[in-house]
């Protein structure tokens, strides 16, 4: 190999390096494109129920009635209800574009684990807005509604409750990600199955404190009922976390690394 030759090979590794990366950028690109599409399309599908919606948010104020305190809030309120409709129908579309785009660069064991995964956060997820719409909207905004009724009148722009309701309902659906937090911690090695289960009497004070929070009404049975899921996803973390243990013991001990 002559010395030309071997100055050139760097170059040449760089250059392919190079176009790889453009390459790469260039897909992502259309892959943000395709996603941009199917957001705008289930926006204006989403459109038709936006409506309907929005009298599925407003319901828990039991007839009080929100007001626009801009000539614009309406509207604006409108389309931002719709925006997040329209991401939610289009999720598969977006889920399937992304997987698309990681997947042919991913093992057989990591594409199992990557729908897997996917799969739980959506389901985990979905649950927890529903939980919310269903029990914790209706408890937190009946009582909210009604707190020193006497002495206050009880009147909601309709951007300022739509984004409470919303905002609470996203807060909910995070927090019933806790069971695959915990096992995706467990997977890395942080902490265990046995450890959680010592703490358990730590994560009900600290879920305790949280239903309270998230909770405002003073008496003990709908705090229970704030409680009691979040008790259930800590049980489930516990064993989701067992198992995301022994999965690394056991791909430690492949490896030949003692644990």
């Known amino acids: 190999m002559t010395e030309e030759s071997t100055e050139r090979d760097p170059r040449e590794k760089r250059r392919l390096r190079m176009m790889s990366f453009w390459k790469h950028l260039e897909e992502f690109r259309k892959t943000l494109t395709r996603i941009v599409i199917g957001v705008v399309i289930g926006t204006v599908i989403a459109v038709f129920f936006t409506n309907d919606a929005l009298g599925l948010i407003i319901q828990p104020l039991d007839g009080i009635k929100p007001v626009a305190l801009h000539p614009t809030e309406s509207f604006v309120v409108y389309f931002r209800v719709a925006l997040i409709l329209g991401v ?11 997987f698309a785009y990681f997947i042919p660069a991913m093992t057989k064991s990591e594409r199992r684990i990557m729908i897997a995964s996917v799969f739980a956060i959506g389901v985990f997820f979905a649950l927890g807005v529903a939980f919310s719409a269903m029990v914790m909207v209706p408890l937190a905004v009946g009582y909210l509604s009604k707190f020193n009724a006497e002495l206050v009148q009880h009147t909601y722009s309709i951007d300022s409750y739509t984004s409470f309701v919303v905002a609470m309902m996203f807060s909910v659906g995070l927090v019933f990600e806790t069971p695959l937090v ?39 049975f709908n705090m229970l009922i704030t409680m009691a899921p ?3 996803l800590y049980e ?12 690394r013991k056991k791909a430690l001990a492949t490896a030949g690394i003692e644990v």
Not at 88 to 98: A, H
Not at 196 to 207: D, G, H, P, Q, T
């Open 88 to 98: 939610v129908v289009s999720m598969p579309w977006i889920v399937l574009q992304l």
């Open 182 to 220: 915990l096992a995706l911690l467990a997977r890395l090695g942080v902490v265990t199955s046995r450890v959680l289960a010592k703490s358990r009497r730590y994560a009900m004070l600290i879920f305790a404190i949280l239903a309270a929070v998230i909770t405002p009404t003073p008496d003990a």
């Open 230 to 232: 979040l008790l259930v």
């Open 236 to 247: 489930l973390g516990i064993i989701l976390a067992w198992f995301a243990g022994r999965a």
